[in-house]
C-alpha cells in the first residue's frame, strides 16, 4: 500500500539557520527525518529581524517565518510580552496559508508556553490533532529558582498559558520516565502522555570537518572540557565555574563554554574576579561551526540546579554522546538522567553540590585517555538504543495518524 503524505506543521521559537540551540537542532533534525519518511513538514516560528513573513527552504524544509519580538538574550520582561504575542503574530502573517493548505497534523515544541492558542487554531480550522514535545517545566523552574512569587500575578499570569498550551495537545511527551509520572501525578491522567526522549540524528558525523580551534586558542596539548548551550539560571553555570576554580592548578586542562543566556556576564565576571587562565567563554557559534568543536573537545560538561522540582534531560547532551564524548555533570537528587549515563557507563553524573566528586571524576577523566575513550564509545552506543531521530519520529507519527 502507497504512503499516505502527510503534511506536518511544526511549530517552535527557534530554529535554523540563526539558532545555535539544541532545540532549534533536534526539531530541524525532525523535519528532515519527516521529510525523508515521504511526509511534508512546514516548520513555523518567529524571528525579530524581519517586519514581513519570510519564506525560506532549508534542506528541502519549507520554513514560515514570522515577525516577533525578541524571546532570546533580552530582559525577562521584554521577554514574557513578546512571547505572549507568538501565537497572535503567527497567525496574523501565516494564517493566510494555513487556511489554504491542509495541515493532517500539529506537532509544536515547549518551550515556549505560549503556542497552545496557535495550535488550537490550526486544529480546529483542519480538524486534525497535535503533539506536544514538552521540555521545559516553566514557569515551575522559575518558582523554584525563586524568581517568581509562588500563586503570584506572574505565575498566575504564566500558568494561564501553561494551561492553553497542554489543553490544546492530543499527545503530550515528555523527556524521561521520571518526568512523565510527576506529569501524570499532577495532573492525574487527564492529558494522554507518553515518554519521548531528546533525539539526534548522528549519521554523516564522521564527514564533519574538525574545529581549528585548538591551534587558534593554543590548547594542542591539553584536554578540553566543553560547554555548549544556554548559560542561564537552570543550568546553575556556578556549579560548574566552581569546578574551573578547582581545576584551576592542572596546566594540562582547560575550560572552554559557548552560548548565550542570562547568566553569561556571572560567568565573565567570575573568571576575571578569580584571575581563570584556565577557561575560555565564546559567545553563540553556527550549528556547522559548533558540530565541528564537538570533533576536537575530549569531554562533554552540563549542569541542572540543585532546587529544580522536574527532571530534565538536557539536549546537549545528544551532541557529546554522537561524537563519542564522555560526559561529565550535576543534575537535581533523583534526576533520571544520572540512572541513565551513570547506568550505561557513558561518564559520571553526581547530584548538584557534590563538588569534590565532581572535581575528582574530572581528575580521572583528565588523567586517563583510555577512561575517555571507553566511555565516550558507550555515550555513543546509549545514542543509538535510545535516542535517534527516527525513533522519536515513529513515535510522534504513530501519535498523530494511528
Not at 480546529?124 to 515551575?140: A, G, T, V
Not at 521520571?178 to 501524570?184: G, V
Not at 584571575?275 to 564537538?294: R, W
Amino acid at each position: 500500500m502507497e504512503k499516505i503524505l502527510m503534511r506536518i506543521a511544526l511549530i517552535c521559537d527557534d530554529y535554523l539557520p540563526d539558532s545555535t540551540r539544541v532545540s532549534a537542532k533536534m526539531m530541524h533534525e525532525l523535519a528532515c527525518e519527516l521529510l525523508e519518511k515521504g511526509h511534508e513538514p512546514i516548520v513555523i516560528c518567529p524571528c525579530n529581524k524581519i517586519q514581513t513573513l519570510e519564506i525560506l527552504n532549508l534542506d528541502g524544509v519549507v520554513v514560515y517565518k514570522f515577525p516577533n519580538g525578541a524571546i532570546k538574550n533580552v530582559s525577562k520582561i521584554s521577554r514574557a510580552i513578546n512571547e505572549s504575542m507568538l501565537s497572535f503574530n503567527a497567525w496574523r502573517f501565516i494564517g493566510k496559508y494555513i487556511r489554504e493548505t491542509k495541515i493532517d497534523g500539529v506537532v509544536y515544541y515547549s518551550p515556549s508556553i505560549f503556542f497552545g492558542k496557535l495550535a488550537n487554531k490550526i486544529k480546529e480550522n483542519w480538524h486534525c490533532k497535535s503533539y506536544l514535545i514538552l521540555r521545559d517545566s516553566f514557569p515551575q523552574w522559575l518558582v523554584d529558582q525563586g524568581i517568581i512569587k509562588e500563586g503570584g500575578l506572574a505565575e498566575r499570569y504564566f500558568r494561564y498559558f501553561e494551561q492553553i498550551n497542554y489543553d490544546a495537545a492530543d499527545y503530550i511527551g515528555l523527556m524521561s520516565d521520571r518526568n512523565k509520572d510527576i506529569f501524570i501525578n499532577k495532573y492525574q491522567n487527564k492529558y494522554k502522555v507518553q515518554t519521548l526522549f531528546n533525539w539526534a540524528d548522528f549519521k554523516g558525523i564522521d564527514n564533519i570537518p574538525s574545529a581549528t580551534l585548538r591551534s587558534k586558542l593554543a590548547l594542542q596539548n591539553k584536554v578540553i572540557f566543553f560547554y555548549g548551550g544556554n548559560i542561564g539560571h537552570a543550568q546553575d553555570m556556578m556549579n560548574l565555574m566552581r569546578l574551573v576554580r578547582s581545576a584551576s592548578y592542572r596546566d594540562d586542562v582547560h575550560f572552554l563554554l559557548i552560548g548565550q543566556g542570562d547568566e553569561v556576564s556571572l560567568v565573565k565576571q567570575f573568571i576575571i574576579d578569580n584571575s581563570l587562565k584556565n577557561c575560555t567563554y565564546l559567545p553563540s557559534i553556527t550549528q556547522s561551526e559548533f558540530k565541528s568543536v564537538l570533533k576536537i573537545v575530549d569531554v562533554g560538561l552540563f549542569s541542572l540546579a540543585k532546587n529544580h522540582t522536574v527532571h530534565n534531560f538536557p539536549g546537549k547532551l545528544l551532541g557529546y554522546m554522537a561524537n563519542k564524548l564522555p560526559i561529565l555533570g550535576s543534575v537535581n537528587a533523583s534526576n533520571d538522567v544520572m540512572e541513565i549515563i551513570n547506568g550505561a557507563k557513558a561518564g559520571f553524573v553526581f547530584v548538584n553540590g557534590n563538588d569534590e566528586a565532581l572535581l575528582n571524576a574530572a581528575i580521572n577523566l583528565a588523567d586517563d585517555t583510555q577512561l575517555r575513550k571507553n566511555l565516550g564509545c558507550n555515550a555513543y552506543s546509549l545514542l543509538q538504543e535510545k535516542f535517534s531521530v527516527e525513533m522519536a519520529a515513529e513515535k510522534i507519527l504513530s501519535s498523530l495518524f494511528s
